[in-house]
């Protein structure tokens, strides 16, 4: 069985950092692409950044880009998303998918609450 | 960025029913369309991917149709179950954007 278990959210303040792990189960990790999709409270679903199977290409929304790094570790099939410079508008449930780079999310992890609030 | 965009917002539906949630993209994007559904405080869980092809163990009343920028999910006889927000996304180029949401409710 697919499973995707993130860890890492919690409440920081603005301008502060965090890093988020999904750790994965029951299926190839080297190979699959992998993202994070996020959603702010009473908000739709808004795409954060994807990362291909080897880890050589990764890809950012505007939003994020230049503040957010995402990768990941074959050894320990985990993927992460390391967040700078964090702002309010950031404060949101952060999912991590199976898939993206052209393919559908699925499936998806549980979900982990990043609130940004001084 | 491709702009996706649903209709209707919101619908209230009785058991049996037959809904149809329409979701257009703001330039063509062949097949490159999925559609989720999210029941609240859950993750999205995937119903169709490439417009038309169902998710394994996802129920038959579910089916997709279209290509290019107008898509179409259609739930055949509505259950209670069914009670959710279903959100189109594009997976055609980066950023790869969402719908903002249909909620659905059962009468």
């Known amino acids: 069985e697919v499973q995707l278990l993130e860890s890492g959210g919690g409440l920081v303040q603005p301008g502060g950092s965090l890093r988020l792990s999904c750790a994965a189960s029951?299926?190839?990790?080297?190979?699959?692409?992998m993202s994070w999709v996020r959603q702010a409270p009473g908000k739709g679903l808004e795409w954060v950044s994807s990362?291909?199977?080897?880890?050589?290409?990764?890809y950012y929304a505007d939003s994020v880009k230049g503040r957010f790094t995402i990768s990941r570790d074959k050894s320990k099939n985990t993927m992460y998303l390391q967040m700078n410079s964090l702002r309010a508008e950031d404060t949101a449930v952060y999912y991590c998918?199976?898939?993206?780079?052209?393919?559908?999310?699925?499936?998806w992890g549980q979900g982990t609450l990043v609130t940004v609030s001084s | 960025d491709i702009q996706m965009t649903q209709s209707p917002s919101s619908l209230s539906a009785s058991v049996g029913d037959r809904v149809t949630i329409t979701c257009r993209a703001s330039?063509?994007?062949?097949?490159?369309l999925n559609w989720y559904q999210q029941k609240p405080g859950k993750a999205p869980k995937l119903l169709i991917y490439?417009?038309?092809s169902l998710q394994s163990g996802v129920p038959s009343r579910f089916s997709g149709s279209g290509s290019g920028t107008d898509f179409t999910l259609t739930i055949s006889s509505l259950q209670p179950e069914d009670s959710a927000t279903y959100h189109c996304?594009?997976?055609?180029?980066?950023?790869?954007?969402f719908g903002q949401g249909t909620k659905l409710e059962i009468k």
């Open positions: 998918a199976k898939g993206g780079v052209g393919v559908q999310f699925d499936p």
């Open positions: 029951g299926f190839i990790f080297s190979t699959s692409a």
């Open positions: 990362i291909s199977g080897s880890g050589d290409s990764t």
């Open positions: 330039q063509s994007i062949s097949i490159y």
């Open positions: 490439a417009a038309s």
């Open positions: 996304q594009q997976s055609y180029s980066t950023p790869y954007t």
